[in-house]
């Protein structure tokens, strides 16, 4: 049963959205400084200081993200993030061009799956790396592509993009539609054009950080053997 690590690599200083801080990552004890606390065969341990925004790297945004009366990270369901997902690849679109119904519709034509009732919806659209020049300005859902999910019943919107909204509409209308109703958004994928098919399950559980408006995650595609139960 194949794994695919959907994940970015989180690093000091790596490339983050402007409008969230920076991950810092600090030594605090190293093996040299702690070995002489110690008796052989023990040499010591190390330890790091991570500081970094609770939407730092692959991460999933609570309700609380953008609804004050709503559910921080702590008080999602594990099992809303783990699931039946079709994937879904808009990547050959212009990167200003938002994402519509009837591109997603063609998408599911191309990848012969249909977005169901308690799926969880991954989809590319960006060709590139996340550091490339351009990545926070593309485009992503606009509103009517967030209602037709809505419609779908999707329990998740995972995407390779920084936000899953166009970036240039600043009423946030795909972060609204679905945050609004507990859908949660997962932003930030990595290397699912690495997925060899359409449906997989995936798994991305979040930090339960008591008050944090979302978390990174550890976002994995598990392939199916179907030869296994024949």
Not at 15 to 40: G, K, M, W, Y
Request: hydrophobic share 45%.
């Amino acid at each position: 049963m194949p794994i695919i690590d959907l994940t970015l690599e989180l690093r000091d200083n790596m490339s983050t959205h402007p409008a969230h801080a920076r991950c810092v990552v600090l030594e605090f004890a190293n093996h040299t400084f702690t070995a002489p606390r110690f008796q052989a065969p023990c040499r010591g341990f190390a330890s790091k200081v991570l500081m970094f925004s609770d939407h730092i790297g692959t991460h999933v945004d609570a309700p609380f993200h953008y609804f004050p009366e709503k559910e921080t990270i702590e008080a999602v369901k594990p099992e809303q993030l783990i699931g039946s997902a079709v994937y879904l690849d808009l990547s050959a679109k212009r990167p200003e061009e938002a994402i519509t119904p009837a591109m997603i519709e063609e998408a599911e034509r191309r990848a012969g799956e249909r977005v169901g009732q308690g799926d969880i919806l991954l989809f590319r659209a960006w060709p590139g790396h996340h550091t490339d020049d351009g990545f926070f300005r593309c485009a992503g859902l606009n509103g009517a592509a967030a209602d037709w999910a809505v419609a779908r019943g999707i329990k998740v919107l995972g995407c390779d993009l920084a936000t899953p909204d166009d970036p240039r509409d600043m009423t946030r209308p795909v972060h609204l539609a679905l945050l609004g109703r507990g859908i949660l958004i997962i932003e930030e994928l990595a290397h699912l054009e690495q997925l060899p098919a359409a449906r997989i399950q995936f798994v991305g559980l979040p930090l339960k950080i008591k008050g944090a408006t979302g978390s990174p995650i550890r976002a994995v595609g598990i392939i199916e053997d179907k030869g296994a139960h024949a």
